[in-house]
């Protein structure tokens, strides 16, 4: 089909080169090539293609379904050889899209547990079979009565050194472990975080490997009761499973010893910081805030396209209807959020990048990096996932009825990113760990200390008001987040003055801490785009665009949040008139380059899988295709009409009939 007209004009209209920056994003010409490349694999291969949409199938058959595709995609993997970590990534998404792999946690959990927490000895035994996924497995960590608060976890691991075995058990109902995804029917083994019993002591929650299913025939192993925790809001075709244990047994060996070990006859011995064994979470909590920003990028791609080709409500009558896209109120919904989509695209890439670097350094002894990595991970992931997730949910509004439609991909979007507001640590307790690290900075700043570079900003005050601020936006994102948490220490001081305890002042002050913890993140974000607009390898144009979005974003997000700046006099009302007199003229000037902003992140129309944001633009006769796949169309006259008949023929009961 043509392009849609619409779309064909604003494409034209574009003052920067779309292509320089889908490069930009991807990290080079040569990566967008490579990318293109391998979706090209997928979206072209008859053997993926035959698959159906999972939105018309229950929830077995999406789970059948993606199984299969699993096995093709192991199988493909191996043939095209995607070995390299960035080809499976990219092959991985093409595959499966918002659906969730039944090897996906094997994959971003399992594995770099394995590679991070074993010794070399154990490495050489598993990581072999693992990667050939002979062993397919997932983390178990979160359980029916307990998820963040990991020292309280109730599955024990206790060590009888007559057979040198660990007895793993489930001694309570709220000791199951609950959640864990591919655990359901999946995976045949499963790294269990367990409370270390030896010698009548306990040592804290540790990792251990545990079989639980048969490699032969799939069925559970003795003292091994698995299963699919139910259906849920989203992640359908994903097996989130439930397991007890009773008295299961498991070699010494199995315990994943890098960082800490029980010998032969019971000894427990630390060998590094006991903190380590927490690496696999600080990773996947780094990858979330990425993932939950290309959620958003598929959002905003769909509902920016849709807005530029519908057309109602005349604005001048007889003027004809306007792109709903030309109305300043959509305007409003939508491009702050394309430029929050780039703003967590650019934090996301960044929290990855650091993740890898620091981890290395970590791992060869500076765990003194440790905290501020965490600390990070938690923040983040919170806020990309919340501010995500919310965004998608706009974008399905604005959108109207035709974004009420599971063929628009919304919902589904949607689905697969709110969950991330929960599972890797719910918002507010992560935000939380991240206050905790924040007041210890606070602390060290005040008594004049070394401060790690994310909290650096800790050490300088801006005294100027931001009607007179000379520097970055991100220097008033600085002031308001040092503020608020020089706030919270005081009103904790206060409250230890006066007799409360620790532990009863942290949580009087919880919310003034969350806030402040989210205000870090906020700067952490503005700053890292302001960083990023000024790379060397953007262009004029492109980098005239992104500074746009960048400001664009920055005073909208302080909008959103004026209460702050306004408390301490910072900015005036006076200021606050014109800052939203100045966010109108950026969405205006944002208005003429929103297709092609979106375009950038190049999504596949296969990965969209939208009916209303294809490239282009047939959103009328996809929308109609789509409505005949519905399954109440396979007959003319559906089954239920007995039940239809009685009603109309008046069979339903001895009252009257009803004269008509």
């Not at 979470?281 to 993932?291: E, K, N, Q």
């Not at 598929?298 to 792109?323: F, L, M, W």
């Amino acid at each position: 089909m043509p392009v849609n007209a619409d779309l064909a004009r604003e494409r034209e209209s574009t003052t920067f080169d779309t292509e320089a920056l889908v490069n930009f994003l991807d990290g080079g010409k040569y990566t967008t090539e490579r990318r293109r490349e391998i979706e090209k694999l997928v979206f072209e291969d008859s053997d993926f293609q035959k698959f159906v949409n999972p939105i018309y199938l229950s929830a077995s058959e999406r789970y059948d379904q993606v199984v299969e595709k699993a096995k093709l995609f192991i199988q493909k993997s191996r043939e095209l050889g995607f070995d390299a970590p960035v080809d499976n990534y990219i092959f991985r998404r093409a595959v499966f899209g918002t659906e969730s792999s039944p090897v996906g946690l094997h994959t971003i959990m399992f594995i770099p547990a394995l590679e991070g927490q074993c010794t070399p000895e154990q490495r050489d035994k598993w990581l072999l079979l693992a990667r050939s996924y002979r062993m397919i497995g997932t983390y178990a960590q979160t359980e029916l009565g307990h998820g963040t608060n990991l020292n309280k976890l109730e599955t024990t691991a206790t060590y009888d050194p007559k057979t040198e075995e660990f007895v793993i058990h489930s001694p309570t109902l709220t000791s199951l472990k609950w959640w864990p995804g591919n655990m359901g029917k999946s995976s045949n083994h499963v790294i269990v975080m367990a409370q270390l019993w030896t010698q009548g002591s306990c040592h804290g929650v540790h990792p251990f490997l545990v079989q639980i299913r048969s490699t032969e025939d799939h069925m559970p192993l003795r003292g091994i009761e698995v299963g699919d925790i139910g259906p849920k809001m989203g992640f359908t075709s994903n097996d989130n499973g439930f397991m007890r244990f009773t008295h299961l047994r498991i070699p010494r060996e199995n315990m994943l010893m890098k960082n800490a070990q029980v010998l032969v006859d019971g000894t427990f011995i630390q060998n590094s910081g006991g903190k380590l064994k927490y690496g696999t979470m600080i990773f996947v909590r780094s990858l979330i805030a990425y993932d939950t920003a290309l959620a958003l990028a598929k959002a905003i791609t769909i509902s920016i396209r849709y807005s530029a080709v519908r057309r109602q409500s005349e604005i001048i009558p007889g003027d004809g209807e306007p792109q709903v896209l030309d109305f300043v109120t959509q305007q409003y919904k939508l491009l702050p959020l394309l430029a929050s989509a780039y703003a967590f695209c650019f934090t996301g890439m960044i929290m990855r990048n650091n993740y890898f670097t620091l981890n290395y350094r970590i791992q060869n002894g500076e765990v003194e990096l440790l905290p501020e990595l965490h600390a990070l991970a938690c923040g983040i992931k919170a806020l990309s996932s919340s501010v995500c997730s919310a965004g998608i949910e706009a974008c399905r509004m604005a959108c109207g009825g035709h974004g009420f439609m599971k063929a628009s991909a919304l919902s589904e979007i949607y689905c697969h990113a709110v969950p991330a507001c929960t599972y890797e640590g719910e918002n507010t307790v992560v935000l939380l760990q991240t206050a905790r690290y924040l007041v210890k900075s606070y602390a060290v700043a005040a008594e004049g200390g070394y401060l790690a570079d994310t909290v650096k900003y800790f050490a300088h005050s801006t005294r100027e008001t931001f009607r007179f601020l000379r520097g970055k936006l991100s220097d008033a994102f600085a002031h308001r987040a040092r503020r608020l948490i020089a706030y919270a220490c005081q009103q904790m001081k206060r409250l230890i003055d006066g007799g409360e305890r620790y532990e009863i002042a942290w949580n009087k002050t919880s919310v003034d801490l969350v806030k402040a913890a989210t205000a870090h993140c906020e700067y952490y974000v503005v700053h890292n785009f302001e960083h990023t607009v000024q790379r060397r390898e953007l262009m004029m144009a492109e980098r005239q665009v992104l500074s746009t979005l960048c400001e664009l974003y920055s005073l909208y997000t302080l909008l959103l949040n004026a209460g702050d700046f306004l408390e301490d006099g910072f900015v005036n009302g006076e200021d606050i008139v014109r800052i939203k007199s100045r966010v109108l003229e950026l969405l205006a000037e944002v208005r003429p380059n929103a297709v092609a902003l979106v375009d950038a992140f190049d999504y596949h129309d296969g990965a969209l899988n939208s009916v209303i944001g294809c490239f282009d633009g047939n959103v009328y006769e996809r929308l109609y295709d789509s409505a005949k796949l519905s399954t109440l169309n396979n007959t003319e006259v559906h089954p239920s009409y007995v039940h239809l008949r009685e009603i109309i023929q008046g069979h339903t009961g001895k009252s009257q009939q009803s004269k008509l």
